[in-house]
């Protein structure tokens, strides 16, 4: 078993280091008024998804990423054909789907996760809009209008790259983790063809049995793949293991309750039926194209690792420790001190991760006057300290990208 996870980790943190770069250079290259430009009409949808398909954000990420989109006057195709692409795949996601389970299938799964969010985009703005959702989101227009423009100023450079690209990692270790000893145990424990029970329903009906796994289910696009992997070399067909990972880290029950609060019903019923049907169709297609019994049988621990592999395995293992010491330390004091008298507490809307509790505390400490913030969920909370109005800590919040309730 501790084999198995040190076999993993060696194969998976060279490519998800090199991803995580990848996605800074992204955060301090792109214009930070793309998307008020850009992102409308049918063009608007090609931008959005071309933007979304590099861009390592899993669903906990991508729901504030594209309800940002339409706040900042983004098209409904637009957001949701982000939405639709960009948790599937990412550079991270890609790099290690390539090692995992060769390029060929990495590269498919690319195209798979552009045509269905374009598809998605350019049904959803022919779409009209529930009454429902648009008086839901007006409010959130108007609110979020005057607070847009401070998102345009900013850190840049090698310090602003380093940065996101360690909040991406403190977006899904968690994940990142819980993939790796899933793989473990299935490498360890499920024996060799196992699975083969898959590919006895074909193509179309293993993937229709993973589908209704993958669904409600939350899965990392890049912490997945060592499942897809241990999956794959025990019997499933590579096309099931394609749908869960179209499938599984696009739905869920937290990202199917976000898109009906924010785009309604309809809109709802195209991202569902175009990540089903397209990930159920792309999943035959590359069983029915492809021949990947050889390429495709991955196993680990063949050759010693380089001596890279090793100091990319300990540097990214040094910091899911640290990150996973400091949600501890946020845990316990968040449980188990009391509240300062001088702290005003105030319930928040948007939070769907971990990150988004660092990234808003990290908005509250730089206004003046603030001494403390600490963010927390279940309850969505931030707990602020310091000589500071509740008026201007609602705005920070805004501008941060959440929503500072009244009660």
Request: aromatic share 8%; glycine share 10%; with cysteine.
């Amino acid at each position: 078993m501790l084999q198995s996870v040190l076999d993993t980790l060696l194969e998976l943190s060279p490519w998800f280091l090199l991803g995580m770069l990848v996605a800074g250079l992204l955060h301090v290259l792109l214009p930070r008024d793309f998307i008020k430009r850009q992102l409308h009409g049918r063009w608007g949808v090609i931008k959005a998804v071309a933007l979304g398909v590099p861009m390592p954000l899993c669903s906990c990420g991508v729901i504030p990423t594209g309800l940002g989109l339409k706040r900042d006057g983004a098209s409904n195709g637009a957001s949701l054909g982000f939405l639709i692409s960009t948790p599937q795949t990412g550079v991270d996601s890609i790099l290690v789907s390539a090692s995992f389970l060769g390029w060929p299938f990495a590269l498919f799964k690319v195209l798979a996760a552009t045509v269905t969010g374009l598809i998605g985009g350019w049904i959803s703005d022919r779409v009209p809009e529930g009454a429902t959702s648009q008086r839901e989101f007006a409010g959130a227009l108007a609110a979020d209008e005057h607070d847009a423009t401070s998102s345009d100023d900013g850190p840049r450079g090698v310090p602003a790259m380093f940065s996101h690209a360690h909040s991406l990692l403190a977006s899904i270790w968690r994940w990142l983790v819980f993939g790796i000893v899933v793989s473990a145990l299935i490498d360890t424990f499920l024996p060799v063809g196992t699975l083969d029970v898959f590919a006895d329903l074909g193509p179309l009906g293993a993937g229709f049995a993973v589908l209704l796994i993958s669904l409600p289910l939350y899965v990392c696009a890049t912490a997945s793949v060592p499942i897809a992997a241990a999956m794959v070399a025990n019997g499933m067909p590579v096309g099931a293991a394609l749908v869960f990972l179209m499938a599984g880290p696009a739905t869920n029950v937290a990202t199917i309750g976000a898109i009906y609060r924010a785009f309604g019903s309809r809109q709802l019923a195209v991202y569902l039926g175009v990540l089903i049907v397209g990930s159920l169709g792309f999943g035959a297609l590359f069983d029915f194209g492809f021949n990947p019994s050889h390429p495709l049988q991955h196993s680990h621990g063949q050759a010693a690792p380089v001596w890279w592999a090793v100091a990319s395995a300990c540097l990214m293992s040094a910091l899911i420790a640290r990150l996973a010491w400091l949600d501890l330390s946020r845990f316990v004091r968040d449980r188990w001190f009391d509240r300062p008298a001088d702290e005003v507490e105030i319930a928040v809307s948007g939070l769907t991760c971990g990150n988004c509790e660092r990234k808003l505390e990290g908005a509250l400490l730089e206004v003046d006057g603030v001494l403390s913030a600490v963010v927390s969920r279940n309850p969505d909370r931030a707990r602020v300290r310091g000589d500071v109005d509740r008026a201007t800590i609602d705005r920070a919040i805004y501008a941060a990208g959440y929503r500072a309730n009244s009660t």
